[in-house]
């Protein structure tokens, strides 16, 4: 099994990525998430079994077990194949009876039920549907949402360019860096999906086959296109589904996320919360 991301600590002392990296549970990226926890779910071990949580988009399993390991009725939702296969050897390794995997489309959250908090890192920007999955999510979520997810730029001329930026510009720009003071996306022109402002990414070829689909383990899986939200949209977005705060938070980054994540890759961690 080779794990991509998440450096898990196992049963038998073995890290699923070996010595070479950094563990996920010791990463800035985890503990900004457990300072957010410790806010507004203060209470004890025994105390947090009461409490649900889902993590969506699980991929390897790192955040739906540190969460299980601090006491949280945890279930993760994963699409892939592979993904749920290594989510679950860890699992198995780990020995924790509050922690359970699902293989299913994470649009079908609602069908487990309702959760104190959602964990949506890393996959509202692979939807084509993000406001739907929003209301969703906000739906079944009760507290707390902490959301890691890319933004569309409002301005980037280079969006406006079509064919010339996706086939001469990013490709240049990708080698040589050469004027890429934010990262080149090779996203749509701005335009409207579900009525909001956002821009548009090409996940995989539309007809491209289920096997080559279940390859791309951090990729989209029902759509071959996802929509990126501008960030006032996204987060007006949240207010309208009923979240009546949303933060930013910023303590995330340093080691396996580099400290220019928000302004070069359009990317943010938003703490939204129902009072
Ligand atoms: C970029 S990875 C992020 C994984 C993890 N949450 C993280 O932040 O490290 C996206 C994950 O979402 C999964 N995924 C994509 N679309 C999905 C969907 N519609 N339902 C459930 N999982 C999905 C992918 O298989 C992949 O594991």
Redesign the pocket.
């Given at each position: 099994m080779k794990f991509t991301?998440?450096n898990i600590l196992l049963g038998d002392g073995t890290k699923t990525m070996g010595d070479g990296h950094i563990l996920f549970s010791e990463s800035e990226l985890w503990k900004s998430i457990v300072k957010t926890l410790d806010l507004f779910f203060p209470g004890t071990k025994e105390e947090r079994k009461k409490v649900k949580v889902v993590d969506?988009?699980?991929?390897e399993g790192?955040?739906a077990v540190e969460l299980a390991k601090l006491g949280f009725d945890t279930l993760g939702?994963?699409?892939?194949e592979e993904?749920i296969a290594k989510c679950n050897h860890v699992k198995d390794s780990l020995n924790l009876s509050n922690l359970k995997f699902v293989k299913d489309?994470?649009?079908n959250i609602a069908n487990y039920g309702n959760f104190d908090i959602v964990l949506c890192?890393?996959?509202l920007y692979?939807?084509n549907d993000p406001i739907n999955f929003i209301k969703t999510m906000s739906s079944c979520n009760s507290k707390l949402m902490l959301l890691?997810t890319h933004f569309a730029p409002e301005r980037d001329i280079r969006y406006g360019l079509g064919f010339l930026n996706t086939y001469f510009i990013a490709p240049i720009q990708k080698r040589t860096k050469i004027l890429e003071f934010t990262k080149n996306w090779r996203l749509s022109a701005i335009t409207r999906n579900e009525g909001y402002r956002g821009r548009w990414l090409k996940e995989y070829n539309k007809n491209a086959s289920k096997k080559k689909i279940e390859k791309l383990?951090?990729?989209?899986?029902?759509n071959d296109q996802s929509f990126w939200l501008c960030k006032k949209d996204l987060t007006t977005a949240l207010h309208e589904a009923g979240y009546d705060s949303v933060f930013e938070q910023f303590n995330y980054t340093g080691d396996i996320i580099p400290h220019n994540n928000n302004y070069h890759y359009k990317r943010g961690m938003f703490v939204a919360l129902k009072h």
């Open positions: 991301a998440h969506l988009g699980s991929l790192g955040y939702i994963e699409a892939r993904n489309d994470a649009r890192y890393g996959l692979h939807l890691h383990l951090w990729s989209s899986y029902n």
